[in-house]
């Protein structure tokens, strides 16, 4: 490689540098790990070699790797002119000798610290791609990466919490899952502060408001929808079947008690009082939703018991009361995966029965299909040390185009929605 001196013209360098990145990527598409071996470690012009970027299509090396096990549109044919039969991890068909060697490649690049979300010019990340061509085999080795990556960063969220020892003044400055992650600074490998990225997700709508700015502003409320100020929906029509068979799979039969968190337009408490509970418990903490749920006459309701604060703030009160319930629900807004896990792993162990159930919307990650994979598995494996099994029930989710005019953001974006329902461990 040519070295780089002050006297080098820039339009030289950027040459150079735009041919040592082609040259990876080239290394890349042909799966050829030894050539790409030598390129990465002995890259000096190039820092992060293992993510560099082709300028015109945005490919990074994984991109380029995957992208190379693709039948050509026209011919129908892969690369190297070979396919093979159609089985389930195979649905198109992919010549089998070009993707073995693109395993090899994609888990070559992951081990010298590839980002697993890094976006091209067509907002694919290299899973997005991989899931698109029907290299299956590909897409899990992605996400398998994301999964390993947001728990590692989920961790070093939690330890620099801890560590600081000022919880209340870190949390206000970092409330948002990815401005944590992009300041971490112990693990360059997996996070790059300038690389656009797919945003690791963390709350159901994901939006870009913490929650004690989402509470102090004032909400739209419609009769199909709640907005924040900024446009963001908070609650839409569309979840009510979601809604529906969430409450069902809760409170199976009268008599029990129930406690919701998160009232929104009040659609899973409707089906919840349907549901004949012995005692309905709300936490809402925000003052529009209050006043909107007085107003529809929910504080005289059969059982119901309305909590206003955040849930941060009542449980601890409830568990000291010695109140337990039959089934909780767990639906907020603008709150991290972080205060999700903490709500799971520290305060559902004191409210639910024994025998109980709890569940929650699970929209993290919905607005793609890879982020909504990775963030299942890491929910999993969360909820499996905080000593919950969890079952996962796929339901169809309705074509939503429409749905998103005049809200900021679509963050409903796969076509299943994967209703959880957890209980205690054996
Ligand atoms: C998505 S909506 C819930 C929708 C509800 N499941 C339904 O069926 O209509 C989220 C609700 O959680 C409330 N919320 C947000 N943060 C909260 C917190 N920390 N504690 C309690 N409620 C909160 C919001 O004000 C909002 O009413």
């Known amino acids: 490689m040519p070295e780089v001196t002050d006297d080098t013209p820039v339009h030289l360098t950027e040459v150079d540098v735009d041919l040592d990145v082609q040259e990876i990527l080239l290394a890349a598409s042909q799966h050829d790990n030894a050539k790409l071996r030598t390129l990465l470690r002995n890259q000096t012009t190039l820092p992060d070699a293992a993510n560099v970027k082709d300028s015109e299509s945005g490919f990074t090396p994984l991109h380029s790797a995957i992208a190379a096990c693709e039948r050509d549109t026209e011919s129908n044919e892969t690369q190297n002119g070979a396919s093979s039969e159609v089985t389930e991890s195979n649905p198109k068909g992919l010549d089998t000798e070009t993707l073995k060697s693109a395993v090899?490649?994609?888990?070559?690049?992951?081990?010298?610290?590839?980002?697993?979300?890094?976006?091209?010019?067509?907002?694919?990340?290299?899973?997005?791609?991989?899931?698109?061509?029907?290299?299956?085999?590909?897409?899990?080795?992605?996400?398998?990466?994301?999964?390993?990556?947001?728990?590692?960063?989920?961790?070093?969220?939690?330890?620099?919490?801890?560590?600081?020892?000022?919880?209340?003044?870190?949390?206000?400055?970092?409330?948002?899952?990815?401005?944590?992650a992009t300041e971490t600074e112990t693990a360059p490998e997996l996070v790059d502060a300038s690389a656009e990225t797919a945003a690791s997700t963390a709350t159901p709508a994901n939006p870009d408001v913490s929650n004690p700015q989402y509470l102090e502003s004032h909400l739209n409320i419609q009769n199909d929808r709640i907005l924040d100020a900024d446009k963001n929906g908070v609650m839409m029509e569309w979840e009510s079947e979601i809604m529906r068979k969430s409450a069902k799979a809760l409170l199976p039969t009268p008599g029990l008690k129930v406690l919701n968190i998160g009232h929104g337009m009040g659609i899973v408490d409707?089906?919840?009082?349907?549901?004949?509970?012995?005692?309905?418990?709300?936490?809402?903490?925000?003052?529009?939703?209050?006043?909107?749920?007085?107003?529809?006459?929910?504080?005289?309701?059969?059982?119901?018991?309305?909590?206003?604060?955040?849930?941060?703030?009542?449980?601890?009160?409830?568990?000291?009361?010695?109140?337990?319930?039959?089934?909780?629900?767990?639906?907020?807004?603008?709150?991290?995966?972080?205060?999700?896990?903490?709500?799971?792993?520290?305060?559902?162990?004191?409210?639910?029965?024994?025998?109980?159930?709890?569940?929650?919307?699970?929209?993290?990650?919905?607005?793609?299909?890879?982020?909504?994979?990775?963030?299942?598995?890491?929910?999993?494996?969360?909820?499996?040390?905080?000593?919950?099994?969890?079952?996962?029930?796929?339901?169809?989710?309705?074509?939503?185009?429409?749905?998103?005019?005049?809200?900021?953001?679509?963050?409903?974006?796969?076509?299943d929605y994967r209703l959880p329902l957890c209980k205690f461990m054996d």
């Open 104 to 180: 090899l490649t994609v888990k070559f690049l992951l081990q010298e610290g590839a980002i697993w979300n890094d976006l091209d010019t067509n907002n694919e990340t290299p899973g997005c791609l991989a899931r698109r061509i029907g290299a299956l085999e590909l897409y899990d080795l992605i996400v398998d990466a994301g999964v390993r990556a947001e728990l590692l960063l989920n961790r070093l969220d939690a330890y620099e919490e801890l560590s600081d020892g000022d919880e209340e003044e870190e949390k206000e400055e970092g409330e948002g899952e990815g401005e944590a």
């Open 270 to 415: 409707g089906f919840f009082q349907e549901q004949g509970p012995a005692a309905h418990h709300i936490i809402e903490a925000h003052e529009d939703v209050i006043a909107e749920m007085k107003r529809r006459g929910w504080d005289s309701k059969p059982g119901v018991v309305i909590h206003q604060g955040r849930w941060q703030d009542i449980l601890p009160g409830l568990v000291a009361e010695g109140e337990q319930f039959d089934a909780i629900y767990y639906d907020t807004f603008a709150e991290s995966y972080g205060d999700f896990r903490e709500f799971f792993s520290e305060q559902v162990i004191g409210l639910l029965e024994q025998e109980g159930r709890w569940g929650f919307f699970n929209g993290m990650g919905a607005d793609r299909q890879i982020s909504y994979d990775v963030y299942q598995k890491v929910a999993e494996m969360d909820l499996f040390e905080a000593g919950f099994d969890v079952q996962w029930e796929e339901i169809a989710v309705p074509k939503l185009e429409g749905e998103w005019e005049g809200v900021r953001r679509a963050y409903w974006v796969v076509d």
